[in-house]
C-alpha cells in the first residue's frame, strides 16, 4: 500500500486546513489508516483514524473540537479537516497505515503496528 498526502501549507491563527491522504496498492478494506503529526523537538502525536470496512473514524483527544477526520471509500481518501488552527498546531503530518486487524477499535491511532507512512505534509501557523 501506499499513502500520499496532500494539502498542508501556511496558514495564519485561526485559519483551516484540510489535509488528504490518498491511498492506493492495496485494498482500502484491508487497512486503518491514521493521522499523525510531530512538532520539532516534540513527540508524535496520533490524531485519529479510519478503520473497519464502513471505514469508520475516531478521534484522539489531542483532535476533538478542532480536527475531523473523515473517509472517502469511493476514492480511497482519508481526510484531516483542522479549523481554528493555532501555532502549536505547526508540524508535519502524516497518515499511516496498520493491518485492519491490529487496530479495529475507536483507538485504533494508538496501536504500534503502523508500518507504512506517508512523506508527510508540513502545517505552519502563524500569526
Known amino acids: 500500500v501506499q499513502l500520499v498526502e496532500s494539502g498542508g501549507g501556511s496558514v495564519q491563527t485561526g485559519g483551516s486546513l484540510t489535509l488528504s491522504c490518498k491511498v492506493s496498492?492495496?485494498?482500502?478494506?484491508?487497512?486503518?489508516i491514521g493521522w499523525f503529526r510531530r512538532a520539532p523537538g516534540k513527540q508524535r502525536d496520533g490524531l485519529g483514524c479510519s478503520t473497519g470496512p464502513d471505514g469508520k473514524t475516531y478521534s484522539a483527544d489531542a483532535a476533538k473540537g478542532r480536527f475531523t477526520i473523515s473517509s472517502d471509500k469511493a476514492d480511497n481518501t482519508v481526510y484531516l479537516q483542522m479549523s481554528n488552527l493555532k501555532a502549536e498546531d505547526s508540524a508535519v503530518y502524516y497518515c499511516a497505515a496498520a493491518p485492519v486487524y491490529s487496530a479495529p477499535y475507536d483507538d485504533c491511532w494508538a496501536v504500534t503496528d503502523y508500518g507504512t507512512w506517508g512523506q508527510g505534509t508540513q502545517v505552519t501557523v502563524s500569526s
Open positions: 496498492g492495496g485494498p482500502r478494506d484491508d487497512y486503518a
